[in-house]
T-cell receptor
Framework: AQSVTQLDSQVPVFEEAPVELRCNYSSSVSVYLFWYVQYPNQGLQLLLKYLSGSTLVKGINGFEAEFNKSQTSFHLRKPSVHISDTAEYFCAVSDSADKLIFGTGTRLQVFP | ETGVTQTPRHLVMGMTNKKSLKCEQHLGHNAMYWYKQSAKKPLELMFVYNFKEQTENNSVPSRFSPECPNSSHLFLHLHTLQPEDSALYLC???????????????FGNGTRLTVT
C-alpha cells in the first residue's frame, strides 16, 4: 500500500528566505508524485508533478521539487518566499491518477 | 471563474436533516470525485465517477449518497449525519481516470459542512 508522510505540520519562515517542505512516500511500484497548494478558503491547486524523466521538476510560482528514488522523497523548495505563498501544501502519490493518496499537509506561514 | 464550482459554500445542518451538495465542472472532464477534508487528517477520497459510472466507493457510510447525472454534475446527498461528519467537502474533476498521471485533479473551493 502506498502512503505519504509530511513530517512538518507547520513551517514558519520570513519573507525572502528559502524554504523546503519535506515529503516522503512509500510504494512498491513506480509512482507519480504531486504537490498541491491550498490557499485559505479555496480548493487545492496543482503546483507541480513528477511522472518520469528529469528528477528536478519546476512548477508554478517559482516552486520546484526533486524526486529522489533512493530516499523515496519528493521535497518541495523555493529559493525566496513571498507573503502570498502562505498556504497549506499537500504532497500526494499515485500509481494510477484516479486514486491519489495525500499527506496530512504542511502549513507554510510566511512572515514579513 | 473556477472550472469547478461547488454550492453551497457553507452549510449548517442538524442530524435529522436532509441536504445535498452540488458540484459542476466546466472543463469538459470525464471523471469527478468527492473528497472529505478534516483538520489534521489527509484528504479522504470518498467517491469516483468516470463517464458517469461510479468506479470507487471508499467504504463511505450510507448516510452519504452520491449522484452523477452527467459528466458535468455531481451531487452528494446527505441524511442523518453525525457531528464527526463536519468537514470541508471538496469536489474535483480530471480529464479521465485512466491512471497515466497526465490527468491532474482540478478542485472546487469546497463546501464547509457543520453538523449540529
Amino acid at each position: 500500500a502506498q502512503s505519504v508522510t509530511q513530517l512538518d505540520s507547520q513551517v514558519p519562515v520570513f519573507e525572502e528566505a528559502p524554504v523546503e517542505l519535506r515529503c516522503n512516500y512509500s510504494s512498491s511500484v513506480s509512482v507519480y508524485l504531486f504537490w498541491y497548494v491550498q490557499y485559505p478558503n479555496q480548493g487545492l491547486q496543482l503546483l507541480l508533478k513528477y511522472l518520469s524523466g528529469s528528477t528536478l521538476v519546476k512548477g508554478i510560482n517559482g516552486f520546484e521539487a526533486e524526486f529522489n528514488k533512493s530516499q523515496t522523497s519528493f521535497h518541495l523548495r523555493k529559493p525566496s518566499v513571498h507573503i502570498s505563498d502562505t498556504a497549506e501544501y499537500f504532497c500526494a502519490v499515485s500509481d494510477s491518477a484516479d486514486k491519489l493518496i495525500f499527506g496530512t499537509g504542511t502549513r507554510l506561514q510566511v512572515f514579513p | 471563474e473556477t472550472g469547478v464550482t461547488q454550492t453551497p459554500r457553507h452549510l449548517v445542518m442538524g442530524m435529522t436533516n436532509k441536504k445535498s451538495l452540488k458540484c459542476e465542472q466546466h472543463l469538459g472532464h470525464n471523471a469527478m470525485y468527492w473528497y472529505k477534508q478534516s483538520a489534521k487528517k489527509p484528504l479522504e477520497l470518498m467517491f469516483v465517477y468516470n463517464f458517469k459510472e461510479q468506479t470507487e466507493n471508499n467504504s463511505v457510510p450510507s448516510r452519504f449518497s452520491p449522484e452523477c447525472p452527467n459528466s458535468s454534475h455531481l451531487f452528494l446527498h446527505l441524511h442523518t449525519l453525525q457531528p464527526e461528519d463536519s468537514a470541508l467537502y471538496l469536489c474535483a474533476s480530471s480529464q479521465d481516470g485512466a491512471g497515466d498521471g497526465n490527468s491532474p485533479l482540478h478542485f472546487g473551493n469546497g463546501t464547509r459542512l457543520t453538523v449540529t
